[in-house]
């Protein structure tokens, strides 16, 4: 069975340019999360989608922006690019949303988008 | 903020040894916790999960021990293997959040 698979790999842009970026989760999951992970730091939740609705959203501005498709798979859009957007975009797939009556469901990675703005 | 700690950037064993890496979160909130491992270019993969309802769990050769009242989580990994050597994440989240956090990592080096 196939992982999470994210494109592209790696991604050049310029300051105050638009990108966005694609993730295709495991069969059968209907949840995606994207994270931002900068060097050296773990991590950082961007959003979460389940059912093509948004169900949670980090600390991130508003340049920040994603979708989900009716086939589950999801679009990260990051508008007017800075330099400290550069990072390693992971996304994240499970097979549901946590719940409160529900035992938290395990997210499984894709190998992520290296951006690099310059 | 940074609610989930992990205090050592790098550690480095003997191979066939055990290695423990420890986490530290200031969030009591908190009820499930993870650990993952990444190797260079590669997403993170899910090595072991625990329940704050729970103090231990196993799998193979890996141990997660939850302390609550300590706020503190170790993996621990015995015999240490030199496949071993990657960085290592700890991660938590409640329930009913979608926001999951995660450590800085601590980078494991097994020697042969």
């Known amino acids: 069975d196939a992982g999470v698979t994210q494109s592209p790999t790696h991604l050049i842009k310029t300051r105050g340019q638009q990108v966005t970026l694609r993730c295709s989760p495991i069969?059968?999951?209907?949840?995606v999360s994207w994270y931002q992970q900068v060097l050296g730091q773990g991590p950082q939740f961007i959003f979460q989608y389940y059912e093509k609705e948004e169900r949670g959203r980090g600390n991130f501005p508003d340049r920040f922006s994603a979708r989900q498709f009716p086939n589950y798979s999801s679009e990260l859009n990051v508008n007017a690019l800075l330099l400290g957007d550069s990072a390693l975009y992971l996304c994240?797939?499970?097979?549901?949303?946590?719940?409160?009556?529900?035992?938290?469901?395990?997210?499984?990675f894709g190998p992520g988008t290296r951006l690099l703005v310059l | 903020d940074q609610q989930v700690k992990q205090n050592s950037p790098s550690l480095s064993v003997q191979e066939g040894r055990i290695s423990i890496l420890n986490c530290d979160y200031t969030?009591?909130?908190?009820?499930?916790f993870l650990w993952y491992k990444k190797y260079p270019a590669e997403g993170p993969t899910f090595l072991i999960s625990?329940?704050?309802?729970?103090d231990k769990n196993e799998d193979g050769r890996f141990t997660v021990f939850l302390n609550k009242s300590a706020k503190h989580l170790s993996l621990h990994i015995v015999p240490s293997q030199p496949g071993d050597s990657a960085v290592y994440f700890c991660?938590?989240?409640?329930?009913?959040?979608?926001?999951?956090?995660f450590g800085a990592g601590t980078r494991l080096t097994v020697k042969p």
């Open positions: 994240a797939s499970s097979s549901q949303r946590a719940t409160g009556t529900s035992l938290q469901e395990t997210q499984y």
């Open positions: 991660a938590a989240s409640q329930y009913n959040n979608n926001d999951m956090r």
């Open positions: 069969s059968g999951h209907k949840s």
């Open positions: 969030n009591s909130m908190f009820d499930y």
């Open positions: 625990i329940s704050s309802i729970k």
